[in-house]
């Protein structure tokens, strides 16, 4: 999962930065409203956690901003205002959870794991999937690339279909445990390596342009033009 964390308390931030990689996810930190805004208007985030008192654009009115730009990544607020007032004017915001510090950290990692988990609300099923010449389309179970068939094992497809969904973005193994095995522990096997290698052999091995790639530290990409 790729999480965008949004604090000012330097501090704060290092270890929610430091507790969520543990837990296998990949970080970013904005430390102020205005660079947290752009990095979330950017795309990419399964999840965001916004403090409310932040510098130079407030966690309220950055949710807001979010939202008045059709920008429907879910938001989790962690914010020392913890009263009943403070909670609901952060959901009407556009706030999707809210969580009062303290917190302990297992709480809060359960919030996020639920929120990455939701479809936004009217947001279209997307039923066909193309990275380049590359085509799955999850309703006829078809791979194609270049106009030719793929076969692939059922297990292979929901690989290659989570990582389309996140084309251009780095996939961690954590989150295909969670996504294509649906495994929330580390079975501490090359699963993962095996069928990556295997997909990687029918999608790319007979064409010149690689999609799928190894990004060394961190996981799998698939893009258009990945080396």
Do not use: C
């Amino acid at each position: 999962m790729r999480i965008l964390i949004i604090e000012d308390d330097r501090d704060a931030a290092a270890y929610l930065t430091k507790a969520f990689k543990e837990a296998g996810h990949v970080v970013d930190v904005a430390h102020d409203g205005v660079t947290g805004y752009d990095m979330a208007l950017e795309g990419g985030y399964e999840v965001a956690i916004v403090d409310r008192m932040l510098p130079k654009m407030d966690g309220l009115t950055l949710i807001g901003a979010l939202r008045g730009q059709k920008n429907e990544t879910p938001i989790l607020i962690l914010s020392a205002l913890g009263q009943v007032d403070d909670r609901v004017k952060g959901l009407r915001a556009g706030g999707d959870d809210y969580l009062a510090k303290p917190y302990a950290f297992s709480e809060l990692l359960a919030r996020v794991e639920t929120l990455a988990r939701r479809r936004p609300a009217g947001a279209p099923e997307e039923t066909v999937y193309r990275v380049g010449d590359l085509t799955l389309d999850r309703l006829s179970h078809k791979v194609t690339r270049r106009g030719e068939e793929i076969v692939l094992q059922p297990r292979e497809f929901r690989l290659l279909e989570y990582l389309m969904q996140n084309a251009g973005k780095v996939v961690t193994r954590t989150m295909l445990l969670e996504h294509v095995w649906d495994y929330h522990f580390d079975p501490q096997t090359n699963v993962i390596d095996v069928h990556v290698s295997r997909l990687r052999a029918k999608i790319d091995r007979d064409f010149d342009a690689p999609l799928l790639t190894t990004v060394r530290g961190a996981g799998y990409m698939i893009r258009d033009g990945a080396r």
